[in-house]
């Protein structure tokens, strides 16, 4: 047994020049099949930590996942506004025990802007209910202050006291800037690796006073209200975008759900946060199998690349195959050997993947992390990653069967007579 072993790392390396392109071939294939695995995780934690300890987020009537994706992963525009009657209807409920006000609507250079209260910095929760923390400064107080996202503050290089202006509407279009009213930054967020990273927070008093001299969406010509005299105007907001609630006690929370959505004054919707995840990993899930099908194709186009390399190499090898006859291999022995091959390969091809990955999500990893808020894990191994590896391992053995068996089956005298 032990001699067939190291006639089989051996012969390996006599053909080394096919051994590695056809380890690199696995190895490829298995990386790409594991990364897909560890990208839907990814994407799946991502998501899920990006908002905790909320028992209900309320809105406009709409789809729960559209609601979901606007006023927590700020993706999307919101339909309609909740009027501030209802939010403090909702606020004032037996039941409830705190609320966190969403204004959107503006943006500074690509980012969102979110209008709420103080709430948000004592309430909010990410991740395992981890509590937001400034990396410096204070949450705002004076009107005309700003506390932004850690990504925020790192891509375009603000500091504390630094001065901006808001522009009116979301994306990376151009828009109305309000430049009468500027802001200083007042508060810097610890990264979180959530959507929280990418957003600039202004106070709900903020969002009305930058609006005081706007109409339907423009600012009102001649009408000029500088910026030290907002505090003359009532700045409690009309509407807001949304709510973010907690319960004294979550037993009641479908009691409130049904309350609200059943509110006969306004149309709203309430709805449990891992209900509208819920949605989406459906959604997610389509595109999911899509890429391990992909995958899986990849990795059954390697493993017949083994087959031909095996199948190749016989007509190489039957002299070599046939001297080891000579000397006393049984059959079984020579299927023994080319199939031991094949599991070096897709052994190795699979390990060599695994360091790929690891390899790749360690320069991905920052570049996710900052452009999307995906936390890509750089090196773990799960239940399912090594499934998937075992899986290629036992796929080499098992493909190589049919090369084995031919050989093993070659007389004796094919690969000792000369060919004329």
């Not at 500027?182 to 903020?206: E, K, N």
């Not at 009691?255 to 149309?267: F, G, K, P, S």
């Amino acid at each position: 047994m032990l001699t067939l072993v190291r006639l089989a790392f051996r012969s390996a390396g006599n053909r080394r020049t096919n051994f590695w392109l056809t380890l690199l071939s696995i190895a490829l294939s298995t990386s790409l099949l594991l990364a897909v695995q560890r990208g839907q995780q990814a994407i799946h934690d991502s998501f899920t930590r990006a908002v905790s300890g909320t028992d209900l987020i309320v809105g406009a009537r709409t789809s729960p996942l559209q609601l979901m994706l606007y006023a927590v992963f700020r993706l999307g525009d919101p339909t309609h506004e909740i009027s501030w009657q209802s939010y403090d209807r909702i606020r004032k409920h037996p039941l409830v025990s705190w609320t966190i006000p969403i204004a959107l609507g503006d943006s500074h250079k690509g980012f969102p802007v979110l209008g709420t209260d103080r709430n948000y910095f004592e309430h909010f929760r990410y991740g395992a209910r981890e509590k937001l923390q400034l990396a410096e400064g204070k949450p705002f107080h004076e009107v005309f202050e700003v506390v932004l996202g850690a990504e925020v503050a790192r891509k375009l290089g603000y500091r504390l006291g630094d001065r901006l202006t808001l522009t009116h509407g979301t994306g990376d279009a151009p828009g109305i800037e309000h430049a009468d009213k500027p802001f200083h930054v007042s508060g810097i967020l610890a990264p979180t690796g959530t959507p929280v990273d990418r957003t600039l927070h202004i106070s709900l008093d903020a969002m009305t006073a930058i609006h005081l001299n706007w109409q339907s969406g423009a600012p009102m010509p001649g009408v000029n209200i500088p910026a030290d005299k907002v505090r003359a105007f009532d700045l409690q907001p009309e509407f807001i975008t949304a709510t973010l609630v907690g319960l004294k006690s979550r037993a009641g929370v479908f009691n409130l759900q049904r309350d609200i959505n059943a509110n006969e004054d306004e149309a709203l919707l309430a709805v449990l946060p891992a209900v509208a995840l819920n949605q989406l990993w459906r959604l997610l899930d389509i595109v999911t199998r899509t890429l391990q099908a992909l995958s899986a194709l990849v990795l059954v186009l390697s493993l017949c690349g083994l087959i031909t390399a095996l199948l190749a190499s016989l007509e190489q090898r039957q002299r070599e195959l046939a001297i080891l006859r000579a000397v006393g291999a049984r059959p079984l022995d020579l299927l023994f050997l080319l199939v031991l091959e094949g599991a070096l390969l897709t052994a190795g091809g699979a390990c060599a993947g695994y360091g790929l990955l690891g390899l790749a999500s360690a320069l991905a990893a920052p570049v996710l992390q900052n452009q999307w808020g995906i936390v890509w894990p750089i090196a773990r191994l799960t239940a399912d990653e090594l499934q998937l590896m075992a899986l290629v391992a036992v796929a080499g053995p098992l493909t190589a069967l049919w090369p084995a068996w031919r050989a093993s089956q070659r007389a004796l005298a094919d690969g000792l007579t000369p060919r004329l």
